[in-house]
């Protein structure tokens, strides 16, 4: 059984980015004093032959306990998602593809995330309804994308 910790930034570090708006990073007035900007968030990273890209992923709910059976990795560039509804959601991630390995933070509506490169996560892990993310990664060519599955299930219990 995974243990759900919050999403904190030292916590996420060995991992990647947390992007959000807070007192703890860089932060000023732009714009004539209409718009604080939270700057440089994220160390968006993509290799040579690729593109830095912005979509949008739509993705399910899931419902908890929930198994995680797989991870996959982006080993040629970093991912970076960021919730556009004010919803809750789940990060699984590893510094290796072993169960034992997996950490689960609950991130904040207000909080997004951005994988390493190589980093293994899950995919979105949305909670309560359907959440559109705006997603920052790479485009080219090169595969970049693995996937891993893992050798035993990992259950994310529910939230109490």
């Given at each position: 059984?995974?243990?759900?910790?919050p999403?904190?930034?030292?916590?996420?570090?060995?991992?990647?980015?947390?992007?959000?708006?807070?007192?703890?990073?860089?932060?000023?007035?732009?714009?004539?004093?209409?718009?604080?900007?939270?700057?440089?968030?994220?160390?968006?990273?993509?290799?040579?032959a690729?593109?830095?890209?912005?979509?949008?992923?739509?993705?399910?709910?899931?419902?908890?306990?929930?198994?995680?059976?797989?991870?996959?990795?982006?080993?040629?560039?970093?991912?970076?998602?960021?919730?556009?509804?004010?919803?809750?959601?789940?990060?699984?991630?590893?510094?290796?593809?072993?169960?034992?390995?997996?950490?689960?933070?609950?991130?904040?509506?207000?909080?997004?995330?951005?994988?390493?490169?190589?980093?293994?996560?899950?995919?979105?892990?949305?909670?309560?309804?359907?959440?559109?993310?705006?997603?920052?990664?790479?485009?080219?060519?090169?595969?970049?994308?693995?996937?891993?599955?893992?050798s035993?299930?990992?259950?994310?219990?529910?939230?109490?």
């Amino acid at each position: 059984m995974a243990k759900i910790e919050p999403l904190m930034r030292e916590a996420f570090a060995p991992f990647g980015d947390v992007i959000e708006a807070s007192d703890a990073v860089r932060h000023f007035p732009i714009n004539g004093g209409t718009t604080e900007r939270y700057h440089d968030l994220a160390n968006v990273e993509v290799d040579a032959a690729g593109r830095a890209i912005v979509s949008i992923f739509r993705a399910q709910p899931c419902t908890l306990p929930f198994a995680i059976t797989m991870l996959e990795r982006h080993p040629l560039g970093t991912q970076a998602f960021m919730p556009l509804h004010a919803r809750p959601y789940l990060v699984a991630v590893a510094t290796r593809a072993e169960t034992d390995a997996v950490r689960v933070f609950l991130a904040r509506g207000d909080q997004g995330v951005n994988y390493a490169a190589g980093i293994w996560h899950h995919p979105l892990l949305a909670l309560g309804a359907v959440c559109d993310f705006l997603v920052v990664d790479r485009a080219g060519p090169g595969l970049n994308c693995d996937e891993h599955e893992l050798s035993k299930p990992l259950t994310i219990p529910a939230l109490t």
